[in-house]
């Protein structure tokens, strides 16, 4: 597998969004002994056919309750810092009472390149960022501002996210059957194990069609 481009991001991410999907990266990372990189199934794309692939920048954000002074300062620094291929990955506590994403934070983060953004918390302005195209993954959408019910606190720092921790420079890869994350360090390992899988179970399908049993070509591919 020597062939991936592992020495730039972008081209990765682009295979990754071409070839790969949520499932078989998560059979990798089982795989690769990491077995609790799946987030919460309640995070889900805002529009159905999204799919979200990049580095993470993670955002921590608490909730409040009354108005705080420069109350956005981080929020605005977390999404000026997005770099290309990035992604906003961001923990509320689980909260309900706030909206950390929308619109314009989208637009910021498109002209910064960024690949997109999974909240575990609310979202709004959807139908806006379905419009742009720009793939956002959250818990629900909330038509509230988050100013005095909620304040990002830190950002570019490790987070639990849907439940998985979560350190800068992961990667996160997101579709409509959920999101996992792939540690920095097992990149090139997850990927690998994942584009031989693919290749099973293409071969496998083909057979299936061609009339053979599951058992037939289980006991050829071992792929399920």
């Known amino acids: 597998m020597s062939e991936l481009p592992f020495d730039d991001d972008l081209q990765l991410f682009r295979l990754m969004r071409d070839r790969l999907y ?7 990372l089982d795989q690769a002994g990491y ?74 983060a498109t002209l910064r390149q960024a690949n997109g953004a999974v909240i575990d918390g609310y979202t709004r302005d959807v139908r806006r960022i379905e ?8 818990t629900g ?4 501002d988050s100013a005095g019910r909620s ?7 490790p987070i639990e996210c849907g439940g998985v921790s979560v350190h800068p420079g992961d990667i996160v890869f997101g579709d409509l059957d959920g999101i996992v994350v792939i540690p920095q360090s097992a990149t090139r ?13 293409n071969l496998t399908r083909e057979e299936l069609e061609q009339g053979s049993t599951l058992r037939q070509v289980y006991d050829k591919y071992g792929v399920l």
């Not at 949520?22 to 990798?28: S, Y």
């Not at 390992?189 to 179970?201: H, T």
Request: glycine residues 4%.
């Open 22 to 28: 949520a499932a078989v990266l998560c059979d990798a």
């Open 35 to 108: 077995r609790e990189q799946a987030m919460r199934a309640d995070i889900r794309p805002v529009y159905k056919d999204a799919v979200v692939a990049g580095r993470a920048l993670t955002v921590e954000s608490v909730d409040i309750h009354e108005p705080k002074e420069h109350a956005y300062d981080k929020e605005i620094a977390a999404v000026d810092s997005l770099k290309a291929g990035d992604v906003l990955v961001a923990s509320t506590g689980q909260s309900t009472r706030t909206c950390l994403w929308g619109e314009l934070l989208s637009t910021a």
């Open 131 to 138: 419009e742009m195209r720009f793939p956002v993954f959250s």
């Open 141 to 144: 959408m909330y038509p509230v």
């Open 151 to 157: 304040i990002v606190t830190d950002y570019n720092c």
């Open 189 to 201: 390992e997850v990927i690998e194990k994942a584009m031989a899988k693919v290749e099973g179970e």
